[in-house]
Structures are given as structure tokens and as C-alpha cells.
């Protein structure tokens, strides 16, 4: 396994290459990564796994100077798993050599929701990043996890748009045995928070027992998502069921239909903000 950090480089490495298989990640990699790098290499040929906290996905009072980084102990773990050829750890300075003026715009009505409501820009800087490192690294396939489930979606939608010949493709979200979602923003929370913190995955539960029982109302299920966080000391900021293939409201008889929907979650427990999601 090869860890390179210049793009010439990185390009030289896998040049005659057509099979690459690519894996986004911000570091601080857990069993969800490593999920993801095993799938790439079911669908793909070298496997590429990029590391990098990317600015400009974060807003200004977000977590990118404590966002936690660990590449040896990532270039480790990656090295264990034996399925990576090539770990792409670029610095702030070879991915921006001078200021990224130029940057994707998704669409508002699917970056301006959820997270793109509570995180304005967010879904500029990430586009704009998986689109740079599609540029580098060239993959026929990259894999990312549903538990992004919104920028999953965004994703796919601005390789589809630009024509880019790139497969997208989506893991199921990897939990902890007490259902807690696996994220690299986990180690934020005190022993009390992990102990509270599979409550999200149960409240998302909660809403999917409500519509299987017959509730066709989502804004009194939302609602009550909400009271039910919110009363065990979490600061909430979305709970919100959605269909699947556009991310827009349900109407009750679309419900009734059986239209393929998603809830999904975003919460602040003490100072870490997790999100999740559930299909229905």
C-alpha cells in the first residue's frame, strides 16, 4: 500500500489504470470506512482511498480545527484490511494551491434542505471537493454510506448532470450493536452522551413503528420525534420524513400509496451534532 500525497504523483501511480475504485473519507476511519474500502474492492481495481478534512464544506463556527485527524493510525488500519493500493492524503495546500473561486452549485431544492438549511454551503464544498478529487483520482466507481444520505443523493445527481463516467455507489449506514450510527464524530461524546446517543436510531424507529401502524400524518410524527428528543436534552434540528427519490414531503396519500420514504435526523447532544437516517 502506497501512501501518496501530491496529485502528480497520484496520477503518474495510476495512470493506464480503468477499474479504480474510490473511497472519500475525512479520516479518523472506524468499521463503517473500512465497509466501504471492502466494497470498493468488490466493484473495482486498484482501490483508492482519499483522506482529507476538507475546508470548505465547514461553516465558521464548525469543527474544522478540531475535526479529528489520525493518518498514521488510518494508514494502519487501512494496511490491516489489505484491500487499499493507494491512500491519497493530500494537504489544504496541494488540493487549494490558491483560492477555489471557482465551486459547484447544486440545485437549492435539494442543497437548501436539511443539512443545507442548517449548514449553508455545505453541499457547495462538498461537491466541489468530490468533484476535484473524481479529477485526480479518475475512479469508474466511488463508494460512499447512506447514513450521508442527502449528499449521497446530491452526489449522484451532479455525476449524472455532468455526464461524469463515474458509478455511485451506496453501503448501508454500519451501527454500533446499540444501533448508534458509526461517525468519526463520535469521539466527541462523553461516556453520559454515548451512553444517551442511541436514542437518535430509536426516535427514527419510533417514526417508521408510527407509519407502519397506519399514521399517514408525518408532521405529527415529526413533531412528536421532536418532543421526544427534545425531552431528554437534545437540541434538534431537523426530524423529517421525506421520499427517497427526491427528498421531498410525503403527502398523507402518497403514504397511504406506499411511496418508498426516509426519515432522517439531525440532533446536537451536548456539543456534537450527529445525524442519521432510516428508509421505510
Not at 475546508?55 to 464548525?62: A, D, I, S, T, V
Not at 491512500?87 to 431544492?109: I, L, S, T
Not at 468533484?131 to 460512499?144: N, Y
Request: glycine share 6%.
Amino acid at each position: 500500500m502506497k501512501v501518496i500525497h501530491a496529485i502528480d504523483e497520484l496520477r503518474d501511480q495510476l495512470r493506464g489504470q480503468n477499474r479504480v475504485a474510490l473511497v472519500p473519507t475525512m479520516g479518523k476511519l472506524h468499521a463503517g470506512h473500512l465497509a466501504l474500502m471492502k466494497m470498493a474492492r468488490q466493484h473495482g481495481d486498484p482501490v483508492v482511498a482519499s483522506i482529507f478534512v476538507n475546508r470548505l464544506q465547514f461553516g465558521p463556527n464548525e469543527d474544522f480545527d478540531r475535526y479529528p485527524r489520525a493518518l498514521q493510525d488510518d494508514v494502519e488500519k487501512l494496511e490491516e484490511q489489505r484491500a487499499v493500493y493507494v491512500v491519497f492524503a493530500p494537504d489544504d495546500k496541494e488540493m487549494y494551491p490558491e483560492p477555489q473561486n471557482y465551486r459547484v452549485q447544486p440545485p437549492g431544492d435539494l442543497a437548501d434542505i436539511l443539512e443545507g438549511e442548517f449548514r449553508p454551503g455545505f453541499f457547495h464544498g462538498v461537491c466541489t471537493v468530490v468533484l476535484k478529487l473524481f479529477s485526480c483520482v479518475q475512479p469508474r466507481v466511488a463508494v460512499f454510506g447512506k447514513k450521508d444520505y442527502q449528499q449521497l443523493m446530491i452526489v449522484r445527481h451532479m455525476c449524472r448532470q455532468f455526464q461524469l463516467p463515474v458509478e455511485i455507489l451506496a453501503h448501508e449506514t454500519v451501527r454500533d450493536a446499540d444501533g448508534l450510527a458509526l461517525s468519526s464524530r463520535n469521539v466527541y461524546l462523553t461516556p453520559e452522551e454515548r451512553a444517551e446517543a442511541p436514542q437518535l436510531y430509536a426516535t427514527l424507529q419510533d417514526v417508521q413503528a408510527g407509519l407502519r401502524a397506519g399514521e399517514l400524518d408525518t408532521d405529527v410524527l415529526e413533531a412528536r420525534a421532536r418532543e421526544r428528543l427534545a425531552s431528554r436534552g437534545w437540541g434538534v434540528d431537523y426530524v423529517s420524513v421525506r421520499r427517497q427519490h427526491d427528498l421531498r414531503k410525503a403527502s398523507p396519500e402518497q403514504v397511504r400509496a406506499g411511496e418508498p420514504l426516509v426519515v432522517l435526523v439531525a440532533a446536537k447532544l451536548g456539543a456534537t451534532r450527529l445525524i442519521d437516517n432510516l428508509e421505510l
